[in-house]
């Protein structure tokens, strides 16, 4: 009897651990543009559909207004703003595809310029075959320190250009 009550609080203990998972599981996906594009997917069809049945609608009441058929006295769903709605959708949808493409160009340049891992000295036993030796690394490291001094000297170049011509030619 006693290993009946256990076991009740055991599998609450890991539906309890389960639920936590799955919830920073979602917050993580919610996140991640391409799962959020994925999600979002489904609403524009929707607000498309929306917007199909609406300006159906409007049209089918604006013939019968110009046929003389009917007054204008019956209230009809606004096109406006479920156009509106729809373009908020695919500007949503936009910013998930941009956010996408931004990390994955920062994944590929990441890659590019600092391909492989610099075996530690911590763990001498776990050297990997795709880690670099100790001396490309520092290659590597200074050349990306030349690279951002000649940014930085271009910047203040040019911002000494703009300074310049920012005060009268007799002054210089």
């Keep these: 009897m006693a290993s009946q009550q256990h076991q009740p609080v055991g599998s609450s203990c890991q539906s309890a651990s389960l639920q936590q998972q799955q919830l920073q599981l979602s917050q993580q996906q919610d996140f991640d543009p391409v799962h959020r594009f994925k999600m979002l997917i489904p609403q524009l069809k929707e607000s498309l559909q929306n917007l199909m049945k609406i300006a159906s609608i409007n049209l089918s009441h604006n ?34 595809l941009r956010l996408a493409y931004e990390c994955l160009s920062q994944s590929i340049d990441s890659a590019k310029h600092s391909p492989n891992l610099v075996p530690t000295a911590t ?18 490291i200074k050349s990306q320190i030349s690279c951002a001094k000649d940014i930085h000297n271009a910047l203040l170049e040019c911002s000494k250009k703009i300074a310049g011509k920012g005060q009268p030619p007799g002054i210089m």
Excluded: H, W
């Design 63 to 96: 013939t019968t207004i110009d046929n003389g058929v009917k007054s204008s006295d019956a209230t009809v769903p606004r096109f406006d703003k479920s156009l509106e709605e729809f373009y908020a959708l695919c500007d949503q949808l936009e910013l998930c």
């Design 123 to 140: 763990k001498p036993d776990t050297v990997q075959t795709e880690s670099m030796s100790y001396s490309q690394y520092l290659g590597m």
